[in-house]
């Protein structure tokens, strides 16, 4: 019944390694989204995908490479992780004409990733 | 771009009212989110506010003025369970893509 399921929940992983998360949701929803949340609990985002094409891209690494196969997954591939990208990363998706209507995002319960 | 502040932590009596305030700064603007994030958990929403006034949902309520670019979170009877991170989240205008844009979020402790 989970609206919007990420995998891993917790992800503890050495310098140099590459790692993924996974999401999925089952709203029906058109748009999905990755967020990073520092230790402050900034949330800021980091890409976006409609109907599986990219529209958000902001300044991240490109270490960081977003995949969409379909409309109800987005995942996130990691290279080369480093201290830095020690984080929560939280899924989030929406409808993309009628955001505020339908009640904004619905996110993840978040991936807390740990590079050590 | 935009720029949204937040008071970093707040505190409150169990029963009391709070109100936690959000200014925004943005070159366009459609709306304004409010969402509750428990510690280790996703955030969750609470209210959107597209027009100015004052919008009432139960024990919390959401204004928003447009002109000042300002809004708060209003909490009455507050519940040890209200401790949590309240985040606004600016809905612009440009930016495409549905980008909500975060303030750093109002850590609330309810005390006894």
């Known amino acids: 019944d989970t609206a919007v399921s990420q995998t891993p929940k917790y992800l503890v992983t050495q310098m140099g390694n590459d790692k993924s998360i996974k999401c999925e949701q089952n709203?029906?929803?058109?748009?999905m989204y990755w967020y990073k949340q520092d230790s402050k609990k900034f949330l800021k985002i980091m890409f976006s995908?409609?109907?599986?094409?990219?529209?958000i891209n902001e300044t991240v690494p490109n270490r960081f490479s977003p995949k969409s196969p379909d409309k109800a997954h987005l995942n996130l591939h990691i290279n080369s992780l480093e201290l830095g990208d020690s984080a929560v990363y939280f899924c989030?998706?929406?409808?993309?004409?009628?955001?505020?209507?339908?009640?904004?995002?619905?996110f993840g319960s978040g991936t807390r990733l740990t590079v050590v | 771009g935009q720029n949204i502040d937040q008071p970093t932590e707040m505190t409150a009596t169990e029963g009391a009212i709070v109100q936690i305030n959000c200014t925004y700064q943005t070159s366009g603007f459609n709306g304004l989110f409010w969402y509750q994030q428990h510690a280790g958990e996703a955030p969750t929403f609470l209210s959107y506010?597209?027009?100015?006034g004052l919008e009432e949902k139960g024990r919390f309520s959401s204004f928003l003025s447009r002109s000042k670019g300002y809004s708060y979170l209003l909490l009455k009877e507050l519940q040890m369970k209200d401790s949590a991170s309240y985040l606004c989240a600016v809905y612009p205008l440009t930016g495409g893509g549905n980008k909500l844009t975060f303030g750093t979020g109002t850590q609330l402790k309810v005390e006894l």
């Open positions: 989030a998706s929406s409808q993309m004409r009628i955001l505020g209507a339908s009640g904004g995002y619905t």
């Open positions: 709203l029906g929803h058109d748009t």
């Open positions: 995908y409609n109907n599986k094409e990219l529209i």
């Open positions: 506010n597209v027009l100015d």
